[in-house]
């Protein structure tokens, strides 16, 4: 089944402590990025990929990062988490072109006290 | 630059009325324009897309959309509402020299009333 899978699911942390949520696509796209969901805003983009070894700041880049070794993994980074990083993040992946459809992850839901 | 406005955050209907979410974007290029529908606890799912193909654009079960230019809108329409169609609508833009980047709007909260 051609899935994007992200875990965990939930994940409560205190601040500083560095995290990892991991993000896996089984469908060969080139195309990755990652999202944040707050109440009233949408979704913002924090980072993307086109491809291997190739990242891209978002909207919100701050106090994150990404890495994008292999063609099916792109996770994302919490150095240092703070409390305004509590959010609910979604990872997608979608061929490398403007009007194809993103696949997405059914989300993290990230606490940070 | 591109951005998405979506007018309302909540939409109340009664089962079998009409559904229409309205979208209105800003970009400096042809746009690609997409709806879709995130259910509680799930990620998000694409109900349809505009290309520049079509400028009425049909759907998953029974959305369509239309684009107009002039009024830089793609408002979303569904002729009879469904209690399963309960859910929040988001609205998103991408296309020229932002490839990469999809910009959402702020999503509208659909209610279905039995």
């Known amino acids: 089944e051609a899935q994007v899978t992200q875990n965990p699911r939930y994940l409560i942390t205190v601040t500083g402590k560095k995290l990892t949520v991991t993000c896996s696509q089984n469908m060969n796209h080139e195309y990755m990025s990652w999202y944040r969901q707050d109440p009233g805003l949408g979704l913002r983009q924090i980072y993307y990929?086109?491809?291997?070894?190739?990242?891209d700041k978002g909207d919100v880049p701050e106090g994150y990062k990404v890495s994008r070794k292999e063609k099916r993994n792109f996770p994302l980074i919490l150095e240092s988490p703070s409390p305004n990083q509590t959010s609910l993040y979604f990872c997608a992946s979608s061929l490398s072109s403007s009007d194809s459809p993103l696949h997405f992850g059914n989300g993290t839901r990230l606490t940070v006290t | 630059a591109q951005s998405v406005t979506q007018l309302g955050s909540h939409v109340s209907v009664s089962e079998g009325a009409l559904v229409l979410l309205r979208c209105n974007y800003s970009?400096?290029?042809?746009?690609?324009l997409f709806w879709y529908v995130q259910y509680p606890n799930q990620g998000l799912q694409l109900l349809l897309k505009y290309t520049s193909a079509a400028t009425l654009v049909k759907g998953i079960n029974g959305f369509e959309a239309e684009f107009k230019k002039s009024e830089t809108s793609f408002h979303l329409t569904k002729p009879s509402a469904h209690m399963s169609d309960a859910a929040e609508y988001f609205c998103?833009?991408?296309?020229?020299?932002?490839?990469?980047?999809?910009?959402f709007g702020q999503g509208t909260i659909l209610t279905v009333h039995p």
């Open positions: 998103a833009v991408s296309g020229g020299t932002s490839y990469g980047k999809l910009t």
């Open positions: 970009s400096s290029v042809p746009p690609y």
């Open positions: 990929s086109m491809n291997v070894e190739v990242t």
